[in-house]
């Protein structure tokens, strides 16, 4: 079964909004990284949380980690066209530090 | 900005084939990765590899996949007798720093497989 969940699968707001994706995941981690695809393209990282972090900024970008949930949420305020894309969660496993398993994805649109 | 560099960017063959996608890794990088993505949809690990041999890998990654390190700056993937369900966009990431303590990947762009 799938480590990492993102909720919703699919976004659409207006430009400026701000646009909350959710991840979920089963099993203990050493961190949670967030990466943006634009269609066809490779995947870029965005930011990196770690287990013992629950809050990180970085711009427009501002995630958050519940351990004890399992669950973590990507918030991009004031959000731009050029933010159109899809966000994946990453997990880092406790038990397999190399393996890093991304989840679904949120396909994000944002509309002029 | 050091980038992760793959080769050939699109690769057609025809099922029962050998394909071999390389990937020159960021130079100082240490852990090295290849996931798959079918058509969009999720990004599926594969394998690891970490000092010169596989770290982890998936159940995917079955006995017709292989990974090499032969030159100390390429990576590369074969796929032994490929079929049509391993039609989808390889994708190659390095790593630089611990796993342990979580370090971001850099990805290349990507080699479309397309098995005919």
């Not at chain 1, 038990?95 to 002029?112: Q, V």
Request: net charge neutral.
């Amino acid at each position: 079964s799938q480590q990492g969940e993102e909720d919703p699968q699919a976004l659409s707001i207006q430009e400026g909004e701000n646009a909350t994706m959710n991840c979920s995941y089963k099993t203990s981690i050493n961190n949670l990284q967030w990466y943006r695809q634009n269609s066809g393209r490779g995947l870029v990282h965005l930011i990196l949380i770690r287990s013992n972090e629950r809050e990180k900024h970085s711009g427009r970008l501002r995630v958050t980690l519940d351990t004890s949930k399992k669950s973590s949420s990507l918030l991009i305020t004031a959000s731009r066209a050029a933010d159109t894309a899809s966000y994946f969660c990453a997990t880092g496993l406790y038990s397999s530090a190399s393996k890093i398993i991304f989840g679904s994805g949120t396909r994000l649109s944002i509309r002029p | 900005e050091p980038e992760v560099t793959q080769t050939p960017s699109h690769q057609v063959t025809q099922m029962g084939q050998e394909v071999i996608l390389r990937c020159v890794p960021i130079s100082n990088h240490l852990y090295f990765y290849w996931y798959r993505q079918i058509l969009g949809q999720k990004v599926e690990f594969l394998v690891s590899f970490y000092n010169n041999e596989i770290s982890e890998k998936s159940e995917i990654f079955d006995d017709q996949f292989s990974v090499e390190r032969p030159d100390g700056s390429n990576f590369t993937l074969k796929i032994r007798s490929t079929k049509l369900e391993d039609s989808a966009m390889y994708f190659c990431a390095s790593g630089g720093g611990s796993q342990l303590l979580g370090s971001p990947l850099h990805f290349g762009n990507g080699t479309r497989l397309t098995v005919t």
